[in-house]
T-cell receptor, first 113, second 112 residues
Framework: AQSVTQLDSHVSVSEGTPVLLRCNYS??????LFWYVQHPNKGLQLLLK??????LVKGINGFEAEFKKSETSFHLTKPSAHMSDAAEYFC???????????FGSGTRLSIRP | KAGVTQTPRYLIKTRGQQVTLSCSPI?????VSWYQQTPGQGLQFLFE???????NKGNFPGRFSGRQFSNSRSEMNVSTLELGDSALYLC???????????FGQGTRLTVV
């Protein structure tokens, strides 16, 4: 069965330090993979996507993610956290259609001053 | 170009009533999907429409229904509202399968 696992429900880092949000997918097929961010009372905004091209994907706001097929991982990173990065982050896998879009359970990122 | 627009943004209804939510996709996008987001269940897929046809449906009761018009705008209807239907309802549009979905800001439905 296809699944997306976000290993941490909550991550807290200090401003200016690196961010790592972990995501693993489980599937026999290679999905398209996305990271979305959701600020309070807002919809989801696409940060970046992987669609079988370059394995290191750069997104908006300084975020990037690396697709590692051998580890079935797609972790999201940022070198230096900013207070405005505080939000909920969702790792998403897409297979063939919208019904095959599978959301991770989300990781809440908190930034300490 | 304009993003995905959902109306209304906020809604309060009483149990037993019915509600209709609207979603206007990005121009040129023909696929519209609906999701329910609650603190306990996270994001759950409701259904997807493509060219006025429901292509896929999630595991929700028949009280939840939808439709898509020829201009790709979509509506979602929930009848006989229950307290548990209180949620953020998100609509997303996409151009093709496996391409990214663009989300609206959602409609916050509160059932009292």
């Amino acid at each position: 069965a296809q699944s997306v696992t976000q290993l941490d429900s909550h991550v807290s880092v200090s401003e200016g330090t690196p961010v790592l949000l972990r995501c693993n997918y489980s599937s026999s097929y290679s999905p398209s993979l996305f990271w979305y961010v959701q600020h309070p009372n807002k919809g989801l905004q696409l940060l970046l996507k992987y669609t079988s091209a370059a394995t290191l994907v750069k997104g908006i706001n300084g975020f990037e993610a690396e697709f590692k097929k051998s580890e079935t991982s797609f972790h999201l990173t940022k070198p230096s956290a900013h207070m405005s990065d505080a939000a909920e982050y969702f790792c998403v896998a897409s297979y063939s259609s919208a019904s095959k879009i599978i959301f991770g359970s989300g990781t809440r990122l908190s930034i300490r001053p | 170009k304009a993003g995905v627009t959902q109306t209304p943004r906020y809604l309060i209804k009483t149990r037993g009533q019915q509600v209709t939510l609207s979603c206007s996709p990005i121009s040129g996008h023909r696929s519209v999907s609906w999701y329910q987001q609650t603190p306990g269940q996270g994001l759950q897929f409701l259904f997807e429409y493509f060219s006025e046809t429901q292509r896929n449906k999630g595991n929700f009761p028949g009280r939840f229904s939808g439709r898509q018009f020829s201009n790709s705008r979509s509506e979602m209807n929930v009848s006989t509202l229950e307290l548990g239907d209180s949620a953020l309802y998100l609509c997303a549009s996409s151009f093709l399968d496996k391409t990214e979905a663009f989300f609206g800001q959602g409609t916050r439905l509160t059932v009292v």
